[in-house]
T-cell receptor, first 114, second 114 residues
Framework: GENVEQHPSTLSVQEGDSAVIKCTYS??????FPWYKQELGKRPQLIID?????GEKKDQRIAVTLNKTAKHFSLHITETQPEDSAVYFC?????????????FGKGTKLSVKP | DTAVSQTPKYLVTQMGNDKSIKCEQN?????MYWYKQDSKKFLKIMFS???????INETVPNRFSPKSPDKAHLNLHINSLELGDSAVYFC?????????????FGPGTRLLVL
């Protein structure tokens, strides 16, 4: 089955710096990779996703890159702001079954210091 | 106009009790999910369900059972609660059952078993 590894588990940056979170997956058939952001005490929310037919996707200050050969994908946040502080989860699909079940990485707690 | 709602928000109960958590979505989505988030913030799929198929994560004890009275609701019933069941439980929904569908999470139910 699918296994998703996420690093680092914690990340502290200065406001304005960039942050990069990396995930690796094991199932070469996986074709969809979302990133969710969870602020303290709140629900996870999708911030960006990428499908296997592209190598990079950007949305303002966030971007995701995908390397299918190496089976890893990364979240990039530029010009970080204090409101970016949260736990970020990567995910990949569980191939078994016909429904959209995801396996999540263990999360990265990002702290942006003003 | 809450998209995915859960009740109760907090639940404190004794070991051995039976409890239910309710989930409702008003998005017209076809598939609903239950996730467990433990104290280390690990987010794990428990069930996914649409009107055709129930998929159960094999690690979920059979004390947990989802019940869906209709397409907009997926309740979680837990029998004989144990200390290790203490966690935050999130309901989620997606438009279809495909793996590339965005999942929308509810606000979570914080369960504490004493």
């Amino acid at each position: 089955g699918e296994n998703v590894e996420q690093h680092p588990s914690t990340l502290s940056v200065q406001e304005g710096d960039s942050a990069v979170i990396k995930c690796t997956y094991s199932d070469s058939a996986s074709n969809y990779f979302p990133w969710y952001k969870q602020e303290l005490g709140k629900r996870p929310q999708l911030i960006i996703d990428i499908r296997s037919n592209v190598g990079e996707k950007k949305d303002q200050r966030i971007a995701v890159t995908l390397n299918k050969t190496a089976k890893h994908f990364s979240l990039h946040i530029t010009e970080t702001q204090p409101e970016d502080s949260a736990v970020y989860f990567c995910a990949a699909p569980i191939p078994s079954g016909s429904q959209g079940n995801l396996i999540f990485g263990k999360g990265t707690k990002l702290s942006v210091k003003p | 106009d809450t998209a995915v709602s859960q009740t109760p928000k907090y639940l404190v109960t004794q070991m051995g009790n039976d409890k239910s958590i309710k989930c409702e979505q008003n998005l017209g989505h076809d598939t609903m999910y239950w996730y467990k988030q433990d104290s280390k913030k690990f987010l794990k799929i428990m069930f996914s369900y649409n009107n055709k198929e129930l998929i159960i994560n094999e690690t979920v004890p059979n004390r947990f059972s989802p019940k869906s009275p209709d397409k907009a609701h997926l309740n979680l019933h837990i029998n004989s609660l144990e200390l290790g069941d203490s966690a935050v439980y999130f309901c989620a929904s997606s438009q279809g059952g495909g793996v590339q569908e965005t999942q929308y999470f509810g606000p979570g139910t914080r369960l504490l078993v004493l």
